[in-house]
T-cell receptor, first 114, second 115 residues
Framework: SQQGEEDPQALSIQEGENATMNCSYK?????LQWYRQNSGRGLVHLIL?????REKHSGRLRVTLDTSKKSSSLLITASQAADTASYFC??????????????FGKGTHLIIQP | NAGVMQNPRHLVRRRGQEARLRCSPM?????VYWYRQLPEEGLKFMVY????????ESGMPKERFSAEFPKEGPSILRIQQVVRGDSAAYFC?????????????FGSGTQLSVL
């Protein structure tokens, strides 16, 4: 089964507004990562947050991690049309946690209306 | 510094044919991962390789699928006797070490269409 599950599945907002996406996972993790995928392209890494971190910032991105609730959120502030994409969370459960690769959720499809 | 290179970008095969997908990791990266993505779905892990070794193939179907990462040359994902259900986008990713506290660098994928 999927380790990470994003919520909502789709989100449409006006340019300039903030977008928040959530991710829940099931097992303990070493780190959680967020990736962006533009239509028909590969994934691009956005940010990595370690299990002992609670919040991380990168430009207009802010990621939080709550290991007690096994959840993470990605906030994109002051959204731009170029932010239109699918956003995936991915978890690394480390050795013994399952597959040795990252486990991805189904993604949130974000549409920024001009 | 070239990124992860995958070819071909698009591959069309008829049922029963073989598909060979190639992936050249970023320079200096010795860890390669293959993922499969169906429309409107996330990426499903298939296999994790280091040079000349398969580390984890728990996501690979037991039959018809195989992967290698030779000492020289690209990593190859091979699908024998393709069926329509194999139609998907196949992505390769690489990293300098394992994914613990490391991000992955993805290629642009190979879109496999089985007629």
């Amino acid at each position: 089964s999927q380790q990470g599950e994003e919520d909502p599945q789709a989100l449409s907002i006006q340019e300039g507004e903030n977008a928040t996406m959530n991710c829940s996972y099931k097992t303990s993790i070493n780190n959680l990562q967020w990736y962006r995928q533009n239509s028909g392209r590969g994934l691009v890494h956005l940010i990595l947050i370690r299990s002992n971190e609670r919040e991380k910032h990168s430009g207009r991105l802010r990621v939080t991690l709550d290991t007690s609730k096994k959840s993470s959120s990605l906030l994109i502030t002051a959204s731009q049309a170029a932010d239109t994409a699918s956003y995936f969370c991915a978890t690394d459960a480390g050795s013994g946690g399952g597959a040795d690769g990252l486990t991805f959720g189904k993604g949130t499809h974000l549409i920024i209306q001009p | 510094n070239a990124g992860v290179m995958q070819n071909p970008r698009h591959l069309v095969r008829r049922r029963g044919q073989e598909a060979r997908l190639r992936c050249s990791p970023m320079k200096g990266h010795s860890h390669v991962y293959w993922y499969r993505q169906l429309p409107e779905e996330g990426l499903k892990f298939m296999v994790y390789l280091q040079k000349e070794n398969i580390i984890d193939e728990s996501g690979m179907p037991k039959e018809r699928f195989s992967a290698e990462f030779p000492k020289e040359g690209p990593s190859i994902l091979r699908i024998q006797q393709v069926v329509r259900g194999d139609s998907a986008a196949y992505f390769c990713a690489s990293s300098p070490a394992g994914v613990t506290n490391e991000k992955l660098f993805f290629g642009s994928g190979t879109q496999l269409s089985v007629l």
